[in-house]
Nanobody, 123 residues
Framework: EVQLMESGGGSVQPGGSLRLSCVVS????????MGWFRQAPGKEREGVAS?????KTSYADPVKERFTVSRNNAQIYLEMRNLKPEDTAMYYC???????????????????WGQGTQVTVSS
């Protein structure tokens, strides 16, 4: 059984930083890609950043230059800096198996999902 577990969410003031982590287990195929997504109340789930097993990355425009995705074996991280109130959302990590020249940011391209961790940015 494939399982993903996020951690590191919390509440910060605007301009602050947080680091999210996600551990994946049960994926025996090493050729998998992983991504971070977020969903705010009343909005659709959107891609934030993604990474392949050879460290090719993709970023959504609203987080470029502020967020950094990285990977270490079966763990994926999201370093978030200069956080804004509009970054407030439930953050999910996801994974799937396959090859992409650039890892996707569409939720429909992922089949394994974690339960999410809340990030709140407020003064």
């Amino acid at each position: 059984e494939v399982q993903l577990m996020e951690s590191g969410g919390g509440s910060v003031q605007p301009g602050g930083s947080l680091r999210l982590s996600c551990v994946v287990s049960g994926l025996t195929n090493g050729n998998y890609y992983m991504g971070w997504f977020r969903q705010a109340p009343g909005k659709e789930r959107e891609g934030v950043a993604s990474i392949t097993n050879y460290d090719k990355t993709s970023y959504a425009d609203p987080v470029k230059e502020r967020f950094t995705v990285s990977r270490n074996n079966a763990q994926i991280y999201l370093e978030m800096r200069n956080l804004k109130p509009e970054d407030t959302a439930m953050y999910y990590c996801a994974a799937d198996v396959g090859y992409w020249r650039a890892p996707p940011l569409s939720p429909s391209d992922y089949i394994y999902w974690g339960q999410g961790t809340q990030v709140t940015v407020s003064s």
